[in-house]
């Protein structure tokens, strides 16, 4: 009896739900879709925000731990939900990558992103985003990213 006490205060506090709804970011919808309008918007946004680290989509990089963001490179292996999240809070293990929380919108990812996708291989667009469906479906199915 006393082994299930523990095992269960272990777990910690469990009556407050931590789930985020798909649906309770404002109205960002993923994967992001490429539109001429947001793309071109993106190159702005990348060329103020991002490109003094990360260098042209296509490389190379200004800085050596900022990775390249064309598709010989990782970014594209995350799904857009992530890659938005990383954009405003860092990605994990980031050290020297500001969080853009209060400085970018969502909308303003949403546009950087847009652009970056929008040097990829439509091959590496298309795995990208089948990535990004399936991770969607899993916010979905289990309430939680």
């Not at 992001?32 to 918007?41: M, P, Q, S, W, Y």
């Not at 990348?46 to 010989?72: E, F, K, M, Q, R």
């Not at 091959?123 to 289990?142: D, K």
Request: hydrophobic share 35%; charged share 20%.
């Amino acid at each position: 009896m006393l082994l299930a006490v523990v095992i269960v205060t272990a777990c910690g506090d469990n009556s407050k739900d931590t789930r985020v709804s798909p649906q309770s970011k404002s109205s960002l919808k993923f994967p992001v879709e490429l539109t001429d309008v947001r793309v071109e918007a993106g190159k702005s946004v990348y060329a103020d925000n991002c490109a003094a680290c990360h260098g042209p989509v296509n490389g190379p990089t200004v800085l050596d731990s900022a990775p390249i963001h064309s598709d010989t490179g990782h970014t594209w292996h995350h799904p857009d939900r992530l890659l938005h999240e990383w954009i405003l809070d860092k990605p994990p293990l980031a050290t020297l990558m500001p969080a853009f929380r209060g400085t970018l919108s969502d909308d303003q990812v949403m546009q950087a992103l847009a652009y970056i996708k929008s040097h990829w291989l439509p091959e590496i667009q298309t795995r990208q985003n089948e990535g990004s469906v399936q991770y969607e479906a899993q916010v979905v199915e289990f309430g939680a990213e």
